[in-house]
């Protein structure tokens, strides 16, 4: 299944991928990976996320640290992955207020304050940045504080922690984010497949901009884009014109969905190129094609700059290269190995 989707992805376009595979310190994943690479099954670079449900599983997974035989050229061991709370459509995202359409519920946090600041710690002391699943408010404010405690006593130790989804981000929590140099992981696509239910949800008027990404560029934050796959679909064209024209493919909401928020193309290229390497810490290998970099990049049907926005979604990629060799290569492309 790890090949397949490997390389359906590398058709897509991925040269590197954040993947959210590893539960609970599965090893036998990391054995899996390993045999995909000797065999040549893994045709783009893997930067695991490890998702953890408690402080004792992430203190097994660090007492076998796998990260020495692990970590190499093609796959690491990337971020501690935590999910503090639910999502807006089951009314499980953690808010500040109750929900207007179920008055009796503010949603749930997955873990407590003191526990979730126990495994940030634990995390941070061996090295390991942490991304914490925050979509409400609530949760949004009690992972930030925990964060902000733990790199207060501890120093930074130049780990680049995140927050994933910050749907309902505030003005001063953005300033909290930018003080304390926590990222903000979105999804663009994400924004055109709920904005129908956040009236429903919230209000009409909402406390705060939903999906604010232009707000968070302009607070100073480091705002890495993603496609939230399997969730949504992986084509990261759909994501790019969600994240410019925030409409969905019927050109839903009229206007765009907050359309103060938009992004221009090159803000939303560099959050989905630059700015995921950089909080990978691997921007000086990739992330920007110059001299001395990893040749990593791919060739499309289309160029995206000359064509009107909602157009991007039809691009395709015609071919993939990773470190100079070429990974996959559409039928209709040119023929780049005769090129090379």
């Not at 590893?22 to 990391?30: I, K, N």
């Not at 408690?54 to 796998?66: A, V």
């Not at 964060?147 to 981000?169: A, K, M, N, P, W």
């Not at 999804?187 to 604010?212: E, M």
């Amino acid at each position: 299944a790890i090949a397949v989707a490997a390389s359906l992805l590398s058709a897509q376009g991925f040269t590197s991928v954040h993947s959210n595979d590893m539960v609970d310190g599965d090893l036998e994943l990391l054995e899996i990976v390993q045999e995909l690479e000797q065999e040549g099954h893994l045709p783009l670079r893997l930067s695991m996320q490890c998702l953890f449900h408690s402080q004792k599983t992430l203190e097994c997974f660090l007492d076998k640290d796998p990260r020495l035989d692990f970590d190499n050229d093609l796959h690491r061991i990337g971020a501690v992955k935590l999910i503090l709370d639910g999502v807006l459509g089951d009314h499980t995202s953690a808010l500040k207020q109750p929900y207007l359409d179920q008055p009796y519920t503010q949603g749930v946090l997955l873990f407590s304050p003191q526990e979730l600041e126990r495994i940030i710690e634990t995390a941070h002391l061996h090295n390991l940045q942490v991304v914490i699943h925050t979509i409400g408010n609530q949760a949004i404010q009690v992972a930030l504080n925990s964060l902000e405690s733990v790199q207060q006593r501890l120093g930074d130790r130049g780990l680049r922690h995140g927050l994933v989804h910050c749907l309902l981000l505030e003005s001063q929590t953005m300033q909290q984010m930018k003080s304390q140099n926590i990222a903000a992981l979105i999804q663009p696509i994400a924004a055109v497949s709920d904005y129908s239910i956040l009236s429903a949800r919230l209000g009409p008027n909402l406390t705060s901009p939903a999906y604010g990404w232009k707000s968070m560029l302009k607070q100073g934050l480091l705002v890495a884009g993603g496609t939230d796959c399997p969730c949504e679909s992986p084509n990261p064209f759909l994501s790019l014109t969600a994240a410019i024209t925030r409409q969905d493919s019927a050109g839903m909401p009229a206007g765009g969905f907050l359309p103060e928020e938009r992004l221009t193309l090159d803000e939303a290229l560099r959050i989905m190129t630059v700015n995921g390497a950089y909080l990978d810490r691997e921007e000086n290998r990739k992330g920007t094609l110059i001299p001395g970099k990893l040749a990593d990049f791919i060739v499309l049907s289309q160029d995206i700059f000359s064509i009107a926005p909602e157009d991007i979604s039809n691009t395709r990629c015609l071919s993939t290269i990773v470190g100079g060799d070429i990974v996959y290569q559409n039928k209709d492309s040119i023929d780049l190995v005769s090129l090379w």
